[in-house]
């Protein structure tokens, strides 16, 4: 089972960014995907995640700039990023949790300028 994410770049503060997670392979029933993110010296945090029945959570830090969506047909999550801030500055990593493991995705870095 592989993890690939997509979308992560360059961006100046006010902007914006997609990011796409893909999960491939033999997937049994993935209750949650979503991302967390890791700033340069500071612990993973967890930005977004969203359940097989599309409930929501976000991290206060970015509640009404960020959303977390899913294509569960496509094992699929994606996760919307408005009104970018330097602080969102960091390698973004999605994830899936199934009834049996965790799988993470390689990490795709977010630089946002001042």
């Known amino acids: 089972v592989q993890l690939q994410a997509y979308g992560g770049g360059l961006v100046q503060a006010g902007g914006s960014l997609r990011l796409s997670c893909a999960a491939s392979?033999?997937?049994?029933?993935?209750?949650?995907m979503g991302w967390y993110r890791q700033a340069p010296e500071k612990q993973r945090e967890l930005v977004a995640s969203?359940?097989?029945?599309?409930?929501?959570n976000h991290a206060d830090s970015v509640k009404g700039r960020f959303a977390v969506s899913r294509d569960s047909a496509k094992n699929t999550v994606y996760l919307q990023m408005n009104s970018l801030k330097p602080e969102d500055t960091a390698v973004y990593y999605c994830?899936?949790?199934?009834?049996?493991?965790?799988?993470w995705g390689q990490g795709t870095l977010v630089t946002v300028s001042s």
């Open positions: 994830y899936a949790l199934t009834t049996y493991t965790t799988y």
């Open positions: 969203i359940t097989s029945d599309g409930t929501t």
């Open positions: 392979g033999t997937i049994f029933s993935i209750n949650v």
